[in-house]
């Protein structure tokens, strides 16, 4: 019979395979609970990607691709219309963001106040925009903003301003998707911005208070600059998101009058599900996205990277 050492030399031997075996479970049980977001991020991200890339370089018909190199890329390029879509949301972008940023940092800084009562109450009210549904709230404005019953000509009337032709002109047109997204979006970005001031030390307002320094000056010398990381994230973010800018001139506009208000994405849209003229639309997502790694590219160049 096997002595009593015999037994336990077995069983030290035996213990370390039990242990290991564990071990390799316990390592790959990380891998298991990530693996849903890639299968699903392979499937809606990924695939959509590269196929859309490879459908730029071809011709959809009936179902058939056919490749034709650059040719979509070419068609792109040299349609006018491509250009004065782009123009439009380019113009957009240089009025409404710089507005939209200059406003949310006046609302952070005022709801920042430790004077101001009820903050939390003022904070969800600017916030409650975002949490509207982007067809919801611009039907309203189409309805607010009507030529002929809108609550806003009512009021100019009564002024004695007179009505104003928010779709029948195409100027007018974009002052009122302008409007749209600021009302949207000031609120998002405030809440970022506050934030950052809430990062501020007290101490330097302090410190500027007995020097003399006046509130503007504080503002413009100790606030702003420490904001500067913040104010680019929401500039690269607005940026982005004003070149995407699609629901409000589709829901309010149309596009129209005479194609004034068609930014670039409702001229892929049209492209793609109007003409289904998949491979152009395709070129030009991708010329988009150039353009949004560019601007965003010099963004941080010209900030130095939100640099103190």
């Keep these: 019979m096997p002595s009593i050492e ?9 213990q370390p395979s039990v242990n290991k075996k564990k071990f390799s479970l316990l390592n790959l049980s990380p891998y298991v609970f990530i693996t849903p977001y890639f299968l699903i991020f392979a ?9 859309s890339f490879v459908l730029s370089f071809s011709k959809w018909r009936a179902g058939v691709t056919t490749f ?70 611009a039907l309203v404005f189409s ?16 002024i004695g301003i007179g009505d104003i032709k928010w779709f029948s002109d195409g100027t007018w047109a974009k002052i009122l998707i302008i409007l749209a ?26 410190s500027a208070s007995i020097d003399g320094a006046s509130k503007i000056t504080s503002f413009f010398k100790i606030t702003v600059p420490l904001l500067k990381p913040v104010l680019l994230f929401c500039g690269i973010i ?11 001139p589709f829901v309010l506009t149309g596009g129209g009058p005479r194609e004034e208000t068609t930014t670039v994405i409702l001229y892929l849209y049209d492209k ?34 939100g640099e103190i």
């Design 143 to 158: 309805l607010l903003f009507n030529e002929t019953y809108g609550m806003v000509n009512q009021g100019l009337n009564a």
């Design 238 to 248: 607005s940026t982005i998101g004003t070149l995407q800018l699609f629901a409000e």
């Design 43 to 51: 499937v809606f991200m990924l695939y959509p990607l590269i196929y």
């Design 68 to 137: 034709v190199g650059l040719e979509n890329y070419k068609m792109l390029l040299t349609d006018p219309f491509f250009w004065k879509s782009l123009g439009t949301t380019g113009l957009i972008l240089v009025i409404q963001v710089p507005i939209m940023l200059i406003l949310a940092t006046i609302i952070a800084t005022v709801v920042n106040s430790e004077k101001l009562r009820f903050k939390g109450l003022i904070r969800l009210g600017f916030f409650l925009p975002v949490l509207i549904d982007l067809v919801t709230y």
């Design 181 to 206: 997204v600021t009302w949207r979006w000031t609120g998002y970005n405030s809440v970022i911005i506050l934030s950052g001031l809430q990062a501020v030390p007290k101490d330097l307002y302090e």
């Design 272 to 305: 793609a599900f109007g003409n289904f003229d998949f491979g152009l639309a395709s070129a030009g997502a991708y010329v988009v996205t150039t353009i949004i790694a560019i601007l965003s590219y010099f963004q941080i160049r010209i900030t130095k990277g």
């Design 6 to 14: 015999t037994k336990k030399q077995n069983l030290n031997y035996t």
